[in-house]
């Protein structure tokens, strides 16, 4: 999956999964995307030292989400 690929999935999903009860709208959904993303930029690949391999592609990522 390209990182547009992701950005778009990411945001989508919150979107989709959300309460019925909660509007989720698009900037809430690329907000709770974009921590996701940071969590694991900043704790999960710094930890497992995949940064390296795979923290290009999560910063890619990031900015997709960024600019939707």
Known sequence: MTPKQKAN????????????????DKQLCKTCALKCVNE??????????????????????KAEIELL
Request: glycine fraction near 2%; hydrophobic fraction near 55%; charge should be negative.
């Open 9 to 24: 999935f990411l945001v989508a999903l919150f979107e989709i999964t959300a309460h019925p009860n909660i509007d989720m």
């Open 40 to 61: 694991i930029i900043d704790n999960v690949l710094n930890w497992i030292d995949l940064a390296s391999t795979w923290g290009d592609y999560w910063y890619k990522v």
